[in-house]
């Protein structure tokens, strides 16, 4: 970012011309205002530029601060953007300062539950209202058959009818 700072505090270029190329022509999203560094953003109009020691003690509060809620990487890097703070490293930094934080790591989930594929178990509450009657004396059917056993399940309605001797 000093090359950044010094092309649009004094106007100096570095001496590689093609450095200076890529310089000029980002140097639209950059913009000093009392000696700080900004960047202007999409989603916020301007972030400040930290660097250093800063972007440790930015990310130490956003994680474990009084506000911290202990979150993975690419939420603390959204969360200190949200927050008005940019630097160039700032998604590999936090994804850094997160994977390295030790009380995630002692505090998290861990699934010792092997993976294999999930069976659904269906409630058998549903079909829990049912009822049997015996209906009879009917005439004499083929095979001395003259009762009737009906069991009904009322939660679909379904009927089912068997006669018997």
Known sequence: MTPYR???????LPLDPVEARVIKKNADRY??????????GYSRSIFFYVSG???TCIMAELHEGICGSHIDGQALSSKTVRAGYYWPTMREDCMRYA??????????DWHHAHPEELRSTHSPWPFLPWGIDILGSFPLAVRQMKYLVVSIEYFTKWVEAEPIA
């Open 6 to 12: 010094r092309y649009l505090a004094d106007g100096l």
């Open 31 to 40: 913009t000093i205002v009392d000696d700080n560094l900004f960047r202007h």
């Open 99 to 108: 994977h390295r934080c030790k009380q995630c790591q002692q505090h998290t």
């Open 53 to 55: 020691v800063q972007c």
